[in-house]
């Protein structure tokens, strides 16, 4: 292993704990911009709340709402132009993680000149990587991306049907305000998704990162159990806050950069996924639920050892070697059943995507990342092939 770490983000984590956003935003600016998507903040209350906490700290709001479930980049342009002509010194993501992402991005798009795509890594010559942003909090009311603590935003153009990311340490949230309590009402299949969408973090770096990281290996494996555990709960009540939180939790844990710290592995599932959800503007996890153990049964015939623990680890699975793939491929198997008891979907007839498409799906996604050879980061690597076996057996 040889790698840095380092997470700067403040996490004030806890059941009633939003009425602490406003001492906490005020300590980096007095003007807001508010954040939020499809309106279900207000309707529940969670708006007001948050309105009520700023404005008691002194600090004045102005509104970016709207933000859509996959974050369009006119959006971002909307809210960083909201930015400029309310003067304000401070943006407040109270939502998912699309009003997550697209927040971060507003708060360095409201300080450039250009076109904010040139931000996102979408295949370009040469990146725009932005020198200042303003400052973030995030207000978590979905437990999935952990968004809340990392630098990372996912964006997509619409006009171009390109779904793609920014990764640079300037976009750390500064605070996160993490309260269960805003999850009470999340439907059960948002809920799932979000289970989904946090273990997939986790399998990502573990499947695709470097043999030597047993610590991180067992990081892995805890944050996935503990989900298992909880996330069913979560879903048959949603006003279990004890299991709200661990899922919560475990979604924060699952991509702050700790688990995968010295793995550097890569994210080929969640590539491919961009690229569907690009095209079809299908839920995130849904993409992550049908494609996940389709990529786990082609990655399991090259990196069957990994696989084997997983199934003896997660699933308490008898192995007769390190290299029994019966008994990897049946880990998988009790994976996938784990996904489908919870309500995801796990075949793309399911979200009524047929195969026309695969082919421009693996093309694409290599536009938007590929290594030396052309082929899709990973391990092992993939090729156009690769990728359409993953597509096919999965429909």
């Known amino acids: ?26 300590e980096f600016g007095t003007r807001a911009l508010l954040v939020t998507g499809g309106g279900s903040v207000k309707r529940n209350g969670v708006f007001d709340r948050a309105v009520s906490s700023l404005k008691a700290a002194g600090i004045t709001v102005a509104e970016c709402e709207g933000i859509e479930p996959n974050p369009r980049i006119t959006s971002v342009a909307r809210g960083a132009a909201t930015v400029r002509k309310e003067k304000c010194d401070i943006i407040i993501a109270l939502g998912g993680g699309s009003v997550m992402d697209a ?27 932005p020198k200042q942003a303003l400052p973030v909090i995030t207000v978590p ?30 976009l750390y949230p500064k605070v996160a305000v993490v309260d269960p309590e805003l999850t009470v009402t999340v439907p ?32 892995a494996e805890g944050v996935i159990l503990t989900a298992m555990q909880w996330g069913p709960k979560a879903i048959a009540d949603g006003s279990d806050i004890e299991a709200r939180a661990q899922v919560q939790w475990s979604a924060i844990v699952a991509l702050n950069g700790w688990v995968q710290a010295g793995t550097n592995g890569a994210y080929p599932v969640h590539m491919m996924e961009h690229t569907v959800s690009a095209y079809h503007d299908v839920t995130h996890a ?12 082609f990655a399991a015939k090259t990196n069957t050892g990994k696989f084997v623990q997983f199934a003896e680890r997660v ?25 489908r008891s919870i309500g995801c979907p796990t075949r793309f007839s399911e979200l009524g ?33 690769d990728m359409l076996g993953v597509f096919r ?3």
């Open 353 to 385: 995507i047929d195969g026309e498409l695969f082919e421009t799906y693996a093309r694409d996604t290599l536009k938007i990342v590929r290594d030396e050879n052309g082929n899709l980061p990973g391990r092992p690597p993939m090729s156009v092939e």
């Open 188 to 219: 059960k299949d948002q809920t799932a998704y979000g289970v989904c969408d946090l273990i997939t973090h986790v399998t990502e770096a573990y499947f695709n990162g470097i043999d030597t990281t047993p610590v991180q290996d067992r990081f």
């Open 103 to 129: 927040s971060k991005v507003i708060s360095a798009a409201a300080l450039y000149d250009g076109d904010p795509w040139d931000m996102i890594n979408h295949g370009q010559d040469k990146v725009y990587v």
């Open 1 to 26: 292993m040889n790698f840095e770490f380092q997470n700067p983000t403040r996490i004030i984590f806890g059941a009633g704990n939003l009425s602490r956003l406003g001492e906490a935003a005020r």
């Open 286 to 297: 849904a993409g992550l639920s049908i494609i996940n153990p389709a990529w786990m049964r």
């Open 141 to 170: 009311t979905l437990a999935a991306t952990g968004s809340e603590t990392n630098c990372g935003a996912v964006i997509t153009n619409e006009d171009a049907k390109v779904k793609s990311f920014i990764q640079i340490p300037l």
């Open 315 to 339: 699933f308490g699975l008898p192995a007769k070697s390190a290299d029994d793939l019966d008994c990897a491929l049946e880990g998988i198997d009790r994976f996938e059943a784990f996904l």
């Open 393 to 395: 057996s999965a429909l």
